[in-house]
């Protein structure tokens, strides 16, 4: 029996023994012999290589596309590449490349110590999520552009759909300081590859304060009182306490228990809090630090709220 060798499903023949008693390959110039495996169709094969249904149907003459039979072998043609940069066309620092089945800019980046950013500013023209085989890119061999940055800031390269908004977020940083960190660019018109400086998360201070919590207008617990207190234990992170007294049955205000809310920008978590003597609830947890928290932040006691505080009042 002829022996095959199927690679990301194309068929490698032995040289010499292309033709058989017991299976005959079909003619394929142009092209590369695909093994039919479960669940194939033409119009998912054309959409993973790049060319079309009626091209494969133009290299199989005779095959039925509603009959395909597991391990049957067909002929793929290599579709005319899309636009991307011409032969020859690539800038200085980046050298041609031409994508073969299974490519992403992800896979390229890493196969030639690049980053997606690099990749996709050296190439304008090229959409990263219609990769064809036989497309033609452009890999920049040089080390991404760098900026200047100054001491405790990183150099960053613009990705799709960033904003100073996100990149902030993720960087723990607050929009303000980074447009005051990179004073030569307009967050409205950033560019795929611009390379920016994203300034140091400023230590987390250490907090050691208590306030208190005062029933807002229209508590349904207007003589109830509370109590906050924040400290940093020894791994840096947040012990936080939280207490109520006066507070009346929470089943009366349809609810089990009592929950303090903490809010701030892209931080929120509760505390359940628990009965202790008649009236006072309590509630405990360990958080990272979060500057946005101590500055920014507000607890609600629910259900209600029966109380309500402004964090930045922590003293």
């Not at 490519?103 to 500013?121: C, E, G, K």
């Not at 929009?175 to 018109?189: E, I, Q, T, Y």
């Not at 807002?216 to 003589?223: F, K, T, V």
């Not at 089990?256 to 920008?265: G, L, Q």
């Amino acid at each position: 029996m002829v022996q095959w060798t199927l690679s990301r499903g194309v068929i490698s023949m032995p040289d010499d023994r292309e033709e058989s008693g017991m299976r005959q390959a079909p003619q394929c110039p142009g092209g590369f012999l695909y093994q039919i495996r479960s669940g194939d169709t033409l119009y998912a094969l054309a959409g993973r290589y790049g060319t079309t249904v009626e091209a494969i149907t133009r290299a199989n003459p005779g095959i039925d596309p509603n009959s395909l039979r597991v391990g049957q072998l067909i002929c793929i043609p290599v579709a005319a590449a899309p636009p991307g940069p011409p032969a020859g066309a690539c800038p200085a620092g980046s050298t041609p490349y031409v994508i073969r089945s299974g490519d992403t800019f992800y896979s390229i980046a890493r196969r030639f110590n690049t980053t997606v950013a690099a990749l996709t500013a050296a190439n304008p023209r090229v959409n990263p999520n219609n990769l064809r085989v036989g497309q033609l890119v452009c890999i920049p061999t040089a080390p991404p552009p760098t900026a200047a940055c100054p001491p405790g800031s990183t150099p960053y390269a613009i990705r799709s759909g960033d904003t100073f908004y996100r990149i902030a977020q993720r960087a723990g940083i607050s929009v303000s300081a980074l447009v005051a960190a990179n004073p030569g660019v307009d967050p409205n018109r950033l560019r795929v590859g611009q390379v920016i400086c994203i300034p140091g998360a400023p230590p987390p201070r250490r907090v050691s304060c208590t306030m208190n919590l005062l029933a807002p207008a229209g508590s349904p617990a207007p003589g109830a009182t509370g109590r906050l207190w924040i400290d940093t234990n020894a791994a840096g992170n947040l012990q936080i306490t939280v207490a109520g007294v006066d507070l009346p049955a929470p089943a009366t205000l349809g609810a089990n228990i009592y929950t303090a809310v903490f809010s701030a920008d892209g931080v929120r978590f509760s505390v359940p809090m628990v009965a202790t003597v008649e009236g006072r609830w309590t509630g405990t947890m360990v958080q990272p630090p979060s500057t946005a928290l101590l500055t920014r932040g507000r607890v609600d006691i629910y259900p209600g709220p029966v109380l309500s505080g402004l964090l930045a009042n922590c003293r």
